[in-house]
């Protein structure tokens, strides 16, 4: 869940007399990370660790407000001294995770059925032959559109690559007199950068086929 649902959550539940508020917990399961097939689930890093801590603060005090979160989150993760920018940055690679993890892992990570039993991981090379194979005009059209709407979605990503960029950049210029705590949590920043730069590039080797005509 993105921050603000949990913090309208929480307090709907309070303006209605309820004694608490508790999401469904599946870990791994529809996590909106990078992460769900891994065991332990890295619950001390970014998406989960965030979550976390705003679930906490929020379920404490309802009445919380965007903006006072915020100071706790830099009271967390960075020291009183470190740019506030940095509790930006940090929400918005937790949401990016939230809005993109699904179409990343598609073509990155590999899957696994019920059972256990690994699924062979899509390629885009491979999902555009198969589309062009397909000997139905009409369900050759469906399909199509729809990898075409994957394709664009991936390759609207690279502004998010580039913005992660200056984040890094920034990062960089922040590390040199952080202090331990706040070295820490620019760690979890760079954590999160390194591994979405890592996964896209796997899931898009050859940027040419997201824009190539499919048929």
């Known amino acids: ?51 976390g801590f705003v679930y906490r603060e929020a379920t404490w005090d309802p009445g919380l407000t965007l903006d006072n979160l915020k100071g706790r989150i830099r009271n967390r993760y960075f020291s009183s001294d470190a740019p506030p ?3 930006d940055d940090m929400l918005n690679l937790q949401q990016f995770s939230l809005d993109h993890f699904r179409v990343i892992n598609q073509f990155s990570n590999p899957s696994f059925n019920y059972s256990g039993q690994a699924v062979t ?41 580039d913005d992660m960029q200056n984040v890094e950049q920034f990062i ?16 979890l920043l760079q954590r999160m950068i390194d591994d979405t730069r890592r996964l896209y590039h796997e899931a898009v080797p050859d940027p040419e086929q997201l824009t190539a005509p499919i048929e």
């Open 1 to 51: 869940m993105s921050v603000e649902s949990i913090l309208t959550a929480s307090r709907r539940s309070a303006d209605e007399g309820l004694f608490g508020y508790i999401p469904a917990l599946g870990p791994g399961f529809g996590s909106a990370s990078y992460y769900g097939n891994e065991i332990p689930l890295p619950v001390n890093i970014l998406p989960f660790c965030l979550t």
């Open 85 to 87: 920018r940095l509790v």
């Open 121 to 161: 991981r899509l390629t885009i090379a491979g999902e555009r032959e198969r589309v062009r194979a397909i000997s139905d005009p009409q369900q050759r059209r469906v399909e199509t559109e729809q990898l075409q709407k994957t394709l664009t979605n991936l390759a609207g990503l690279q502004k998010d690559l």
């Open 172 to 187: 960089k210029q922040t590390e040199g007199h952080a202090t331990p705590k706040t070295a820490e949590g620019l760690a």
